[in-house]
T-cell receptor, first 112, second 119 residues
């Protein structure tokens, strides 16, 4: 079955890099996503990666995918206080399956 | 970028009443919308998939008679929580797919959520 796991909390100092990890179980996942949720708000898509890619970089964000180990990570360089939020990893099967399976989210706290 | 709105953003109601939540795609047409429920410190749980002009597809364990979904137009889906009870208190989030989006990444655009408190 589908299952997405994340650690629940991460605390970093402002200016340091943050690395949020995610593991998934379904090897047929086609797309993997990272969403950001600020308090009381909906989800904002940060980035996504196709399953045949190993890495994707977008400004301060770097996504690494290890398909063999079913491990996904999100690195935020030069973490700022505005990055404090809950980060959700999600997977979809693609090919017309629009459903997303989310992890429980990692709460990132940035210490000034 | 694509914008999805929800109304109301929060609602407090008495037990036994019905509450309607609207989800609108503001600058695109959405043939498919999704309704999620999020409990505090929990992940989003998909409740149902709403397709324009047809009946919604509910996930296992979601009562279709309690959570009525209507997707009457390409820009609007509604979720009605009927005879609400305190255990229905939650954060309800909708998302929508752009009908023109043929990209493989099949991105969903999320609304800001509606917080429901049933007293």
């Amino acid at each position: 079955g589908e299952d997405v796991e994340q650690s629940l909390f991460l605390s970093v100092r402002e200016g340091d890099s943050s690395v949020i990890n995610c593991t998934y179980t379904d090897s047929s996942s086609t797309y993997l996503y990272w969403y950001k949720q600020e308090p009381g708000a909906g989800l904002q898509l940060l980035t996504y990666i196709f399953s045949n890619m190993d890495m994707k970089q977008d400004q301060r964000l770097t996504v690494l995918l290890n398909k063999k180990d079913k491990h996904l990570s999100l690195r935020i360089a030069d973490t700022q206080t505005g990055d404090s939020a809950i980060y959700f990893c999600a997977e979809s099967m693609g090919a017309g399956s629009y459903q997303l399976t989310f992890g429980k989210g990692t709460k990132l706290s940035v210490i000034p | 970028g694509a914008v999805v709105s929800q109304h109301p953003s929060w609602v407090i109601c008495k037990s036994g009443t019905s509450v309607k939540i609207e989800c609108r795609s503001l600058d695109f047409q959405a043939t498919t919308m999704f309704w999620y429920r999020q409990f505090p410190k929990q992940s989003l749980m998909l409740m149902a998939t709403s397709n324009e002009g047809s009946k919604a597809t509910y996930e296992q364990g979601v009562e279709k008679d309690k959570f009525l979904i209507n997707h009457a137009s390409l820009t609007l889906s509604t979720l009605t929580v009927t005879s609400a009870h305190p255990e229905d208190s939650s954060f309800y989030i909708c998302s929508a797919r752009d009908a023109r989006d043929l990209r493989y990444q099949e991105t969903q655009y999320f609304g800001p959520g509606t917080r429901l408190l049933v007293l």
